[in-house]
T-cell receptor
Framework: DTEVTQTPKHLVMGMTNKKSLKCEQH?????MYWYKQKAKKPPELMFV???????INESVPSRFSPECPNSSLLNLHLHALQPEDSALYLC???????????FGSGTRLTVV | KNEVEQSPQNLTAQEGEFITINCSYS?????LHWLQQHPGGGIVSLFM???GKKKHGRLIATINIQEKHSSLHITASHPRDSAVYIC????????????FGKGTLLTVNP
């Protein structure tokens, strides 16, 4: 298995909702990432987990809460989002350190 | 000054043409990634290279570490190659961050 699988592919949520994005890989990669990408812009790093520990938080608002329950799974919990948070959320994984990146196909999030 | 400069920003070609996309970076790196993103889609990693040249099908990537420059070439381009191509170097070590170029939008017309 050489893929990073993200679910759901599309998500529409209200500003008072709580939802979660899921990312899974079975390549034995020990680093996992969340990126946010706005239209026609490069991805922006949000969080990095290394060996299931949060190693980088790029000053992301607390309405985004990451979780890494095990080495194969990465979640992003969403609560009280704003319309400007609408974007493509990409998960990626890599060997350590930072080689052999594999990206997921993303979750297209719309906040209404 | 942006740490990663890609050129051109937009490129239109006819099917069959040879394509070159260039990337220059100012930081010291341990590896550089070339990524492909179709409109509205996720990102596919095409190459990771730290020296020399790699080839995969019609795609060739080269890097010159001393000159801090990398190129992505597409031979016999096809409309399905139409996508954004992104150069993303990383400095390695404990720094897990990729630095992304702004991307090159390639359109290949039939």
């Amino acid at each position: 298995d050489t893929e990073v699988t993200q679910t759901p592919k599309h998500l529409v949520m209200g500003m008072t909702n709580k939802k979660s994005l899921k990312c899974e890989q079975h390549m034995g990669h020990r680093a996992m990432y969340w990126y946010k990408q706005k239209a026609k812009k490069p991805p922006e790093l949000m969080f990095v987990y290394s060996y299931e520990k949060l190693s980088i938080n790029e000053s992301v608002p607390s309405r985004f809460s990451p979780e890494c329950p095990n080495s194969s799974l990465l979640n992003l919990h969403l609560h009280a989002l704003q319309p400007e948070d609408s974007a493509l959320y990409l998960c990626a994984s890599s060997t350590v350190p930072n080689y052999g990146y594999t990206f997921g196909s993303g979750t297209r999030l719309t906040v209404v | 000054k942006n740490e990663v400069e890609q050129s051109p920003q937009n490129l239109t070609a006819q099917e069959g043409e040879f394509i070159t996309i260039n990337c220059s970076y100012s930081v010291g790196i341990s590896a550089l990634h070339w990524l492909q993103q179709h409109p509205g889609g996720g990102i596919v990693s095409l190459f990771m290279l730290s020296s020399g040249k790699k080839k995969h099908g019609r795609l060739i990537a080269t890097i010159n570490i001393q000159e801090k420059h990398s190129s992505l070439h597409i031979t016999a381009s096809h409309p399905r190659d139409s996508a954004v191509y992104i150069c993303a170097p990383n400095s390695g070590g404990s720094n897990y961050k990729l630095t992304f170029g702004k991307g090159t939008l390639l359109t290949v017309n039939p």
